[in-house]
């Protein structure tokens, strides 16, 4: 946009008003004249001169106010921003536009319009551009297509893709009726004037084309709507050719639709170098080419490569504000010192959520979390970052050793160590209980470290941000719960239904910067998401009633997905075994309660940052499940009824608890069992007095199959499931 704002800020140089004398409109053409020709100093003498005619007229001063601020080399936004702020006031427009007085007073909405977009104050430039656009007839063809192309923009800032395609369809109405008026004139101007007029207004024609085409890709992609984008990037090819822009739209289509290696390659092909720097465009293209490059490694699942060019995107982007004068030292925050064009090339924030994302994703928790704490300070209103800030407390702090998560055959967690020879040889059991751990003893908890209580805050945030009201639509946000999963389904057709400009649809998007908005149904499996991370969180700190209430609020979500609602059954029951309510616990550990475990995700979760078009990484759904989680129907029921056996201890009943142990031992891989579900087997041998066999279950890691024979026929015939085939069982950890 900083073109056009060259172009317009200083309309009003050259235009006359009514009341204007012949000597006064020949000072305004001379000031407009040396304004268009860069001598400023010269422009800002006319104006004074000018001013000193008419004092009465707020537009001379606005436009001193313009030519002043280009004179400091636009970095004087701020004062700027106040003088057309006190202009504003001046002429008593406080109120809407409301008549033709303001559509005089359009070019000073407009300059104020075009500050706020730079200083990212995205809804108040929208508000005024849509007031100056009840009124585009009045205005002079070149004005009204500067102040659709500003809408436009801004509309995609905000993730409103069907209104700027609403709008783009205005301006293509507009560049037909120029051409036609264009065609209309030639007779009336046979000489070498008319010829070259002409030819510059098809140029001015033909650059707008363009860059409608570049627009019309960008709100589709944001819409995911593969066949109308495929139409348009043939334009943009055509028009553009392979300019940085075209390619890096290209690869985002390409890398949406999930060819990533074409992405890498059209990536690699752009001829970055030619592309003019961030003082021209408010871009930096290098930042943007690494950033791009990270999220398409990210979705390849090349978690490490991707991180390393997120690292690459971030400093150029910190040697870029270096060049601009941005070093962090309050400069941007004054708006002053900074090219106003400029304001919007720092994407570091957008970048460190990017590189959050993708540490949590390698298994560097604490390092997510520094980077995530800093994005958040700018996007404290995204929700999906607090439950991501959560789950690095989490992931931070879960217990359990790397071989007990795979399931591998080690007596690690069941024995601690052997005492004694011989005859007084004892062996001593690993202490289990670990739970109920004060993790950040002797410190406030709203301290910003990654422990469990700060995961409690995030996700109370996370909750509160979110709408109360229950919602719901055709997609879904991953509910892992501590490895920040998320799936891609490229079906263009389905998201485009979607999309396809319903007004009302949109306004019910929740906002989550630097992500794209979230949709009903988004917003919905966000909720069953961060009820799944409390109650975990609440068990983990010991408050069992509040967990309880984490667990049930989780089941009673209208469209919970399988997996969530079985680790909602898991943490209700436990919470209540620790409340003393174990019957019931007992009702929640029914394993008829497992129908669904999987974690498949129906919606790509796209966290957009870095650039208007790199998108957050999409994981590919095809990603493996967690380890500690598992991966089918017959391994969580297996799950349900040992944690039910375990119920059936605390009532001494014992027989009931080795029914449980025994047949959920049937259902999996003898190398699947978890140490806890070895344990309960040696304590209800040493109930049942058979001191020897709970010594060879110890020595052998495993449930014999001996005990196994103990369960009479009746049992062994009512199997509470279909058997599927063996696959990696784990202990389901509160993570």
């Known amino acids: 946009m900083a073109e056009s704002t060259e172009q317009n800020e200083a309309k009003h140089d050259g235009s006359s008003s009514p009341g204007m004398t012949d000597q006064e409109k020949e000072m305004a053409a001379s000031a407009h004249e040396a304004f268009v020709a860069g001598k400023y100093d010269e422009s800002l003498k006319h104006l004074e001169a000018l001013q000193e005619l008419n004092k009465e007229d707020y537009k001379i001063a606005m436009n001193k106010a313009v030519v002043e601020f280009y004179t400091s080399g636009q970095t004087t936004t701020g004062t700027l921003k106040h003088a057309l702020m006190a202009m504003k006031n001046q002429v008593h427009t406080t109120e809407d536009v409301d008549g033709l007085d303001d559509v005089d007073n359009s070019l000073l909405y407009y300059n104020q319009a075009i500050v706020h977009y730079h200083m990212r104050q995205y809804s108040e430039a929208i508000s005024i551009g849509e007031k100056l656009y009840q009124f585009l007839e009045p205005f002079e063809e070149k004005f009204a297509q500067a102040v659709c192309f500003l809408l436009v923009d801004l509309y995609l800032l905000t993730f409103q893709p069907e209104k700027a395609l609403h709008l783009l369809a205005v301006l293509d109405k507009l560049a037909v009726q120029g051409s036609n008026k264009n065609g209309k004139g030639e007779n009336n101007s046979s000489n070498k004037d008319g010829g070259t007029q002409r030819s510059e207004f098809t140029a001015t024609i033909e650059a707008a084309k363009s860059k409608m085409h570049q627009y019309k890709v960008r709100a589709y992609i944001q ?165 991501r800030l959560a789950e690095c407390c989490i992931s931070a702090n879960k217990g359990g050793t790397e071989q007990e998560s795979k399931g591998l055959p080690c007596k690690k967690g069941i024995v601690q160590s052997i005492v004694g020879q011989g005859y007084h040889r004892k062996i001593v059991l690993a202490s289990q209980s670990a739970q109920n751990t004060i993790y950040s003893e002797g410190q406030s908890a709203a301290i910003p470290v990654a422990s469990m209580e700060f995961a409690a805050i995030c996700l109370r945030n996370a909750l509160l941000l979110l709408p109360e009201h229950q919602q719901q639509d055709t997609k879904t946000e991953n509910g892992s719960k501590s490895s920040s999963q998320s799936g891609s389904t490229e079906s263009g057709s389905e998201n485009s239904d979607v999309c396809s400009g319903k007004g009302p649809e949109a306004d019910k998007l929740l906002s989550a910067a630097p992500s794209s908005p979230l949709r009903k149904q988004e917003v919905e499996n966000l909720r069953c998401s961060i009820l799944a991370c409390s109650a975990y969180v609440a068990l983990a700190l010991g408050d069992n009633l509040m967990a309880l209430n984490h667990a049930e609020k989780l089941l009673l979500q209208s469209k919970v997905s399988g997996s969530l609602k079985f680790l909602g059954h898991l943490y209700a029951a436990e919470a209540l075994i620790s409340l003393d309510r174990i019957s019931d616990a007992i009702a929640h550990l029914n394993p008829e309660n497992v129908s669904d475990v999987s974690m498949g995700v129906l919606t790509s979760e796209q966290d957009q940052a870095g650039s208007d078009k790199g998108d957050e990484p999409v994981e590919s759904s095809g990603k493996q499940t967690p380890l500690c989680y598992p991966s089918s129907v017959t391994s969580a029921r297996a799950m349900m009824l040992f944690n039910l056996g375990s119920a059936y201890c605390l009532r001494s009943e014992y027989d009931k608890a080795r029914k449980c142990l025994h047949q959920a031992a049937l259902m999996v891989n003898t190398k699947e069992i978890p140490p806890e579900a070895i344990l309960l087997g040696v304590y209800l041998e040493l109930q049942n007095g058979n001191t020897q066999l709970a010594l060879q279950i110890i020595k052998r890691n495993q449930l014999l199959p001996s005990a196994v024979q103990r369960v009479s026929p009746e049992s062994r015939k009512k199997p509470v499931q279909p058997i599927q085939l063996p696959s990696s069982f784990t202990q389901v950890q509160r993570k």
């Open 223 to 387: 819409m995911k709507s593969s066949k109308a984008c495929k139409r348009e990037i043939k334009s943009v090819m055509n028009t553009a050719g392979n300019s940085a822009p075209s390619l890096f739209l290209k690869s985002n289509f390409e890398y949406l639709r999930g060819n990533y290696r074409k992405a890498v390659k059209l990536l690699n092909s752009s001829n970055i170098a030619e592309h003019p720097g961030p003082i021209k465009t408010g871009e930096c293209v290098r930042c943007m080419f690494w950033n791009n490059l990270g999220c398409i490694h990210f979705a390849m699942g090349k978690h490490n490569l991707g991180i390393f060019y997120f690292k690459k995107a971030l400093q150029e982007n910190d040697h870029t504000c270096a060049q601009l004068g941005d070093g962090g030292n309050g400069q941007s925050k004054k708006f002053t010192g900074i090219p106003m064009c400029a304001l919007l090339a720092n994407k570091r924030y957008e970048l460190l959520y990017n590189c959050g994302i993708q540490l949590l994703h390698i298994g560097r928790p604490l390092a997510a979390f520094e980077c995530l704490m800093e994005a958040v300070q700018v996007y404290h209103s995204n929700p999906r970052l607090w439950l």
